[in-house]
């Protein structure tokens, strides 16, 4: 059975070609179709403007009422609001917020910070660990020499890894 006649007796084969002629007639439909519905879209478009412009027309009427009533009610409040407060406790109100929004702050730092400090942390003990066993597996072939000298390079590396900044700053 030559590879050939293998390929005319695959029923794959026939599904293949089968799709791909499928898809070139849908593909050749296509035009027709995109001409149907861009007419379609033309006369949607026209039948629906007047429509809308009717919508928009009767929304900026109420807009503009609705502008006008809130606006006399906002000054009425801003009058109010300027009769109640006292100008000289401005400063005092503002020195406030000044404070609580730096003590807010230096609250905020200093959670990120903690919060910095165990992610380094881990992370230096997670390369310490990975380190450590790294430098096992290369003891254990410390009967050739390369290897030894390789065990005792990884060993310095792994010490080296597991000092963070964080931590040489505290020894220091």
């Not at 695959?10 to 027709?32: F, H, M, S, W």
């Not at 009767?58 to 906002?74: D, L, P, T």
């Not at 929004?101 to 903690?114: K, P, Q």
């Not at 072939?141 to 080296?160: I, L, N, V, Y």
């Amino acid at each position: 059975m030559t590879l050939s006649s293998t390929f005319r007796d695959n029923k794959a084969v026939y599904t293949i070609a089968g799709a791909g002629d499928l898809a070139v007639e849908k593909l050749r439909e296509l035009p027709e179709q995109a001409t149907k519905v861009q007419s379609d879209v033309r006369d949607n478009v026209g039948k629906y403007r007047v429509e809308v412009r009717k919508t928009v027309d009767r929304y900026r009427v109420q807009a503009r009422r609705n502008v006008e009533k809130y606006r006399g009610e906002a000054q009425e409040n801003i009058t109010r609001l300027q009769d109640r407060i006292e100008v000289k406790d401005l400063p005092g109100a503002a020195v406030a917020y000044a404070t609580h929004f730096g003590t807010r702050a230096v609250e905020l730092i200093d959670e990120l910070a903690e919060r910095g400090k165990k992610v380094v942390h881990r992370t230096a003990a997670e390369v310490a660990e990975s380190a450590e066993s790294v430098a096992e597996v290369t003891a254990g072939d410390q009967a050739k020499p390369a290897s030894a000298a390789k065990a005792t390079r990884t060993r310095k590396a792994a010490a080296q890894q597991t000092k963070s900044p964080a931590s040489a700053k505290k020894n220091d």
